[in-house]
């Protein structure tokens, strides 16, 4: 099945420290995993993605782990500011990544 | 400006009524998705056109029809709106083959009265 599983649904960090997302997915051929940030009223940003072929992806404060064998990866954020609240989405490519299948969703707050 | 728009950015209508949502892309990507978003914020795509042909169609209603009249545009037309349509609808567009970012629209905000 094409099932995307997100936790937290809510999540609540002091500036400055980091904040984990965690998906599990359910489809082993999957090959393709991208975040995507959501800003009130806007529409989802691609934030990173990652590939099956690697394990980990960095970009400035931000990282993805992969764990295939397991079916689930993580977002990292690292120093949060509070431009980093916002709804965070993970997905997965399904139908030769033709098709993302979205997780519920993470509300992150980051408090000053 | 490069972007995926849609219009319009809100629709409030009553129930029963019929209504346009329009996508254009000037990005040159190839593939066109049209999402919705509940009010839990769950996203879930509906349709998917590559080069204006139809390649993905999820469990929607026969009421929401996709049209493609080329590779930059794609259009919703919804039939005998409910209540329940109500929701936040998104575009979205990528280049063909397998790996590619999906850019999405601002969203268009459909509320059914």
């Known amino acids: 099945g094409e099932n995307v599983e997100q936790h937290p649904s809510t999540l609540s960090v002091q500036e400055g420290d980091s904040a984990v997302i965690k998906c599990t997915y359910s489809?082993?051929?999957?090959?393709?995993f991208p975040w995507y940030k959501q800003e009130l009223g806007k529409g989802p940003q691609l934030i990173i993605d990652?590939?099956?072929?690697?394990g980990e992806k960095k970009d400035q404060r931000i990282a993805v782990t992969l764990n295939k064998t397991a079916k689930h990866f993580s977002l990292h954020i690292t120093e949060t500011q509070p431009e980093d609240s916002a709804v965070y989405f993970c997905?997965?490519?399904?139908?030769?990544?033709?098709?993302?299948?979205f997780g519920q969703g993470t509300r992150l707050t980051i408090n000053p | 400006d490069t972007a995926v728009s849609q219009t319009p950015k809100y629709l409030v209508t009553q129930m029963g009524n019929d209504k346009s949502i329009k996508c254009e892309q000037n990005?040159?990507?190839?593939?066109m998705y049209w999402y919705k978003q509940d009010s839990k914020k769950f996203l879930k795509i509906m349709f998917s056109?590559?080069?204006?042909?139809?390649?993905i169609n999820e469990t929607v209603p026969n009421r929401f029809s996709p049209k493609s009249p080329d590779k930059a545009h794609l259009n919703l037309h919804i039939n005998s709106l409910e209540l329940g349509d109500s929701a936040v609808y998104f575009c979205?567009?990528?280049?063909?083959?397998?790996?590619?970012?999906?850019?999405f629209g601002p969203g268009t905000r459909l509320l059914v009265l």
């Open positions: 990652i590939r099956s072929n690697v």
């Open positions: 489809d082993s051929a999957s090959n393709y």
């Open positions: 056109y590559n080069n204006k042909e139809l390649i």
């Open positions: 979205a567009s990528k280049l063909a083959g397998g790996q590619e970012t999906q850019y």
């Open positions: 997905a997965v490519g399904f139908q030769g990544a033709q098709k993302l299948v």
């Open positions: 990005l040159g990507h190839d593939t």
